[in-house]
């Protein structure tokens, strides 16, 4: 009850506001949140000093300051999408190269879109199947609200993007043969301890990476792609596609997902500040059994 309480009172009139007023708010939370509050300062800064240590402190608060700025964007933003029609995601996400699947289409070739947490990829998967000619499927972990659950899907998939569990994605491509799809997946966050974890050092780290991305294309035989969010000024994003392995069965192990890691990576040292530095990315420690990979991409 509290939660449809909170959606339709607080959520959606905040939604339907414009975007001039939005950023208004965007502001107000900067000092609540990073001024005031502090969150998830601690793990911010740390974050940033171990990933950026070729900056010196005052460049560190310079990106942690615009980094929370961006953060408080992206929860309006956010918002912002439950209403947002589809000539303002269109007008807001730009898409520049979308042919880069063309090729794999004409092969008959599905292929795999990999991002990371970078930008504002709530706007990218309101924007990305309007935009390529492949079906726009994305992998999602439910929700544990069921109401927010089904509000945050239909918010995200209302303009094409289609949000399926792994087990529903492994049935559609079964059974729909003929539906030439591009399967989205995020790549940076950090593995379970159930999960299977490549290590790789990333952003000078120690990094336990999850490596579905690289198994699903593999096991289905699926090209993939690379999508690179790009914010050219407040509410404004910018996507470059770029092929990471047009043949995954060709390539050594590891090199998908080394070759994905190191674009969303190069991304993050051009721009810091937009990527997400208060998720808890090193909690998890390489044990002895863990063995940390090598580079094996051509430089």
Known sequence: MLTRLLYYVI????????????????????????????????????????????????????????????????????????????????????????????????????????????????????????????KAVALFTPLSNKFMNEKVKHSRSKYGLDMLSIHEIRENLASKTDELTATIFGSDQSPSKKQRAYWLRFLGQETALQFGTEKFAVEYDMPVIYGEIRKVKRGHFEVVFKVVCEDPKKVPFGYITQKHTRLLENAIHEQPEYWLWSHKRWKRKRSAEDELHENILDN
């Not at 800064?45 to 460049?59: C, Q």
């Not at 991002?115 to 309101?126: D, I, K, P, R």
Request: charged share 20%; aromatic share 12%.
């Open 11 to 134: 959520i959606i009139p905040l939604s339907r506001l414009p975007f001039w007023c939005l950023y208004i708010i965007s502001d107000g939370l900067y000092v609540i949140i990073y001024r005031i509050l502090g969150y998830r300062k601690k793990v911010v800064s740390t974050n940033l000093k171990n990933s950026l240590s070729h900056l010196s402190e005052s460049e560190i608060k310079r990106v942690e300051s615009l980094f929370y700025h961006h953060l408080c964007d992206l929860v309006v933003e956010s918002l912002k999408g439950f209403s947002i029609t589809e000539e303002q995601v269109m007008q807001r996400m730009k898409f520049l190269n979308p042919e880069v699947f063309d090729p794999f289409l004409e092969k008959g070739q599905r292929v795999v879109l990999v991002g990371g947490h970078y930008g504002n990829w709530e706007l990218f998967a309101q924007g990305i199947d309007q935009s390529i000619k492949h």
